[in-house]
């Protein structure tokens, strides 16, 4: 295989298989919260022991004390002001309602941000757990790396009460006030301590980068007054993050619609009636109006192929399609850079939003530095790179093309649009050409080539003898000028023909059946 083409397959199935576990774990760790839930409604204890205490009960319980402090709590102050004011000081008047009104100005902000969260996470709370799993495919956990999307997965959990069930997690809330330019913000801040030596710990951060990191540096890292280990995630919300009171942007948005890619193949002309136009297969030609079901006006090349077992030879043909000739068809690239441009106005500069996207409804995660400008020490880096390391680069190779002949580099939303746009590309493809197999009846199949088979080597061999358009990535990006092992093609596979090997052989059958066995 071209180790160029190698090298982008070995990147494309990372990225597939990041995208493919992520969601698992996202899944699985709020299915085992549900779960938990259940298991404690089910149970017989009136009470629940792993309950930490409540965010609401830490902030009364906290401005009570306060309020009744003996020394200078607003209660004294008040009864002092309202009945022993002629014996008080100015400086002893101004001091006591300046302490009351920040009292309760305090207050106010601290209710106001609670109220929000509150209701922020309500659609992730115990009870309608199992309504936001069911609707996870529209969800996305900010962040873009593992590292943030943990974070924000379980400071989302511990907002909403759900480690309340777990015995090996402990949270502990609080509340602050932060004095900033434009004056004081209510703060509120959690820390959520995994056990170590506990399942949920060794479930869903046990030996990932970020945490071996952490261990090595002995960052995050407690012990309580029994020698248990703690890993501590820390995180904290404040006033100045609320947008029309929703909090929950902060760890979560809504993934944007994919494309209806039945309307636009329909008006792209590339299917009628859900049926691919003959002009899309390899030699192909636009269908005959006057006489659409003749079989003679199909001039698509078919591939004879062959294959042996069992004393029995089956032969099928097939029909390449050209996926350049639909990639370029002019109507629905318009629809797909209309449809490009409106997610990238969604996101607004959120990659968070692109990376939902492209996970939840592409199966594909976003690349490592998607959202970083080329640096000249990042430039030095990728030029020093092999062919082959260039291509299998960790980050969004567009960022590394120019414009024109002055050769300043592509903007860096260009860049993404150019990398999200192959991406839908592709994706489009699969969705729409791939068809189920229904037996007796053609259908539409994507094979990777090989060449270690003779029925391979043959189909490329075709491809290649006929001309078939390169994929523009593959021409553009590689540098590919003919189809060979590694690269995917899409086929009609006509059914099959069955016969008998004749009885008796002679030196051509016997090559045949040694070849295609």
């Known amino acids: ?14 990225l597939v298989n990041v995208s493919s576990k992520r969601r698992v774990t996202e899944l699985d760790f709020f299915t085992e919260c549900s779960i938990k839930y259940k298991n404690y409604l089910n149970a017989p204890l009136a009470l629940n022991p792993n309950e930490d205490k409540k965010l609401s009960d830490i902030i009364k319980d906290s401005f009570i004390q306060q309020a009744q402090d003996q020394e200078y709590g607003v209660i004294l102050r008040s009864t002092r002001l309202a009945t022993d004011i002629k014996n008080m000081s100015q400086a002893q008047i101004k001091e006591d309602k300046k302490y ?33 799993i069911a609707d996870y495919k529209n969800l996305n956990i900010n962040g873009t790396n593992e590292n943030s999307r943990d974070r924000n997965m ?8 759900l480690f309340d069930y777990f015995s090996d997690v402990k949270v502990e809330k609080d509340f602050t006030f932060r004095q900033t330019n434009n004056g004081e913000i209510a703060v509120l801040n959690q820390r959520i301590k ?18 071996v990191k952490d261990f090595l540096n002995n960052k995050n890292i407690t012990f309580d007054e029994y020698g248990n280990g703690y890993y501590t995630i820390y995180g904290e919300v404040d006033s100045t993050q609320v947008s029309n009171g929703d909090l929950l942007n902060l760890y979560i948005s809504e993934v944007p619609a994919s494309m209806d890619l039945g309307e636009t193949f329909e008006n792209g002309g590339i299917t009628r009636n859900s049926t691919l136009q003959p002009q899309y297969f ?39 399609i050209n996926t350049a000739a639909i990639n ?10 209309a449809h490009v441009a409106g997610l990238f106005a969604v996101a607004s500069g959120d990659i968070s939003v692109l990376s939902g996207y492209s996970n939840k409804r592409l199966g594909i995660d976003l690349p490592l530095g998607i959202n970083e400008v080329v640096t000249p020490e990042l430039e030095q880096m990728y030029e020093m790179l092999s062919p082959e390391g260039k291509v ?17 580099r592509v903007s860096l939303i260009d860049a993404q649009k150019a990398f999200i746009m192959d991406l839908i590309l592709d994706a489009n493809l699969d969705t729409k050409l791939i068809q189920e197999n229904i037996p007796g009846e053609p259908v ?62 002679d030196e051509q059958i016997n090559q045949f059946v040694e070849e295609y066995s």
């Open 282 to 320: 390899l030699g192909g030609s636009i269908l005959n109006e006057k006489d659409p079901n003749n079989a003679e006006n199909d001039t698509s090349i078919k591939i004879p192929m062959y294959s042996i077992k069992d004393n029995k030879v089956k032969r099928f043909f097939v029909k390449p």
């Open 392 to 408: 299998g680069f960790v980050g969004n190779r567009y960022m590394f093309n120019t414009t024109g002949n002055d050769k300043d």
């Open 444 to 505: 539409i199949i994507k094979e990777t080539l090989r060449d270690d088979s003779r029925q391979g080597k043959d189909l490329i061999e075709a491809l290649n003898e006929n001309e078939m358009p390169i994929p523009e990535y593959y021409k553009n990006m590689l540098g590919i000028t003919e189809w060979q092992t590694g690269m995917p093609v899409y086929l009609q596979k006509l059914p099959e023909e069955v016969s008998e090997l004749p009885e008796e052989r």
């Open 328 to 337: 370029k068809t002019p109507a629905y690239t318009s629809e797909v850079n």
């Open 1 to 14: 295989m071209n180790t160029l083409i190698q090298a982008h397959n070995d990147k494309m199935n990372r």
């Open 100 to 132: 009351i009104s920040n009292f309760f100005s305090r207050l106010d902000k601290i209710q106001k941000l609670g109220g929000y969260l509150i209701v922020a996470v309500e659609n992730i709370k115990p009870d309608n757990l199992p309504a936001f």
């Open 194 to 211: 995994f056990l170590i030596k506990g399942n949920t710990f060794k479930k869903y951060l046990h030996q990932k980068p970020y945490i």
């Open 154 to 161: 379980f400071m989302l959990a511990g907002w909403a009460g």
